[in-house]
């Protein structure tokens, strides 16, 4: 386990191929490798909700499915602070999903990151049958939302 502390965070993915996409997401220097599924969810699309979520200080998840296992990124604000938690759940059941790494930092320590992947995910305009389309439209207005003090 990290030490709860502000950690530097980043997350990157690999080009998504057949409704498979494989993401890094590195806490200080700890670095958790998922490849998820687009089925049943689009995880992708699920963060940027996740992080409007946060931004408005409601705790949020995401779950990265893995076919049968899965991860849940957690975010859970806490006044001007944001806790990140990344949990893996056998057979993706929440009820016995045990921590893996964990960071707390300022909202836009914490969230920016993930809206960053966001927007270059976007950027890159994937496709069927590697990835399905998804309404990215609100991700100017969930980047103010972070930002905001």
Same mark, same amino acid.
């Not at 502000?6 to 494989?22: A, E, F, Q, S, V």
């Not at 490849?35 to 699920?46: E, F, H, L, M, R």
């Not at 949990?87 to 999903?97: G, H, K, N, V, W």
């Given at each position: 386990?990290?030490?709860? $502390?502000?950690? !530097? ?6 080009? =998504? @191929? ?5 993401? %890094? ?6 670095? #958790?490798?998922?490849?998820? $599924?687009?089925? !049943?969810?689009? =995880? +992708? *699309? ?12 409601? !705790? %949020? &998840? +995401? ?13 859970? !604000? ?11 759940? =056998?057979? $993706?059941?929440? /009820? &016995? ?8 930092? $300022? &909202? *836009?320590? #914490?969230?920016?990151?993930?809206? &960053? ?14 990835? =399905?389309? /998804? ?6 207005? #969930?980047? *103010?939302?972070? @930002?905001? /003090?």
């Amino acid at each position: 386990m990290t030490e709860l $502390s502000t950690l !530097p965070l980043d997350m990157r993915n690999h080009p =998504p @191929k057949h409704g498979w996409i494989g993401v %890094s997401v590195t806490i200080g220097a700890q670095v #958790v490798e998922i490849d998820a $599924s687009d089925v !049943p969810n689009n =995880p +992708v *699309a699920d963060l940027l909700d996740a992080l409007d979520l946060a931004a408005h200080g409601l !705790p %949020s &998840r +995401v779950w990265w499915h893995l076919e049968p296992d899965g991860y849940f990124m957690c975010f859970t !604000p806490a006044g001007d602070q944001v806790h990140f938690r990344i949990d893996f759940a =056998p057979d $993706s059941d929440a /009820a &016995r999903a045990y921590m893996v790494v964990q960071t707390v930092g $300022s &909202r *836009a320590h #914490v969230l920016l990151p993930f809206w &960053r992947f966001v927007r270059n995910f976007h950027a890159c305009a994937y496709t069927e049958p590697h990835w =399905p389309r /998804a309404d990215f439209s609100r991700i100017d207005v #969930v980047e *103010a939302r972070i @930002k905001q /003090a």
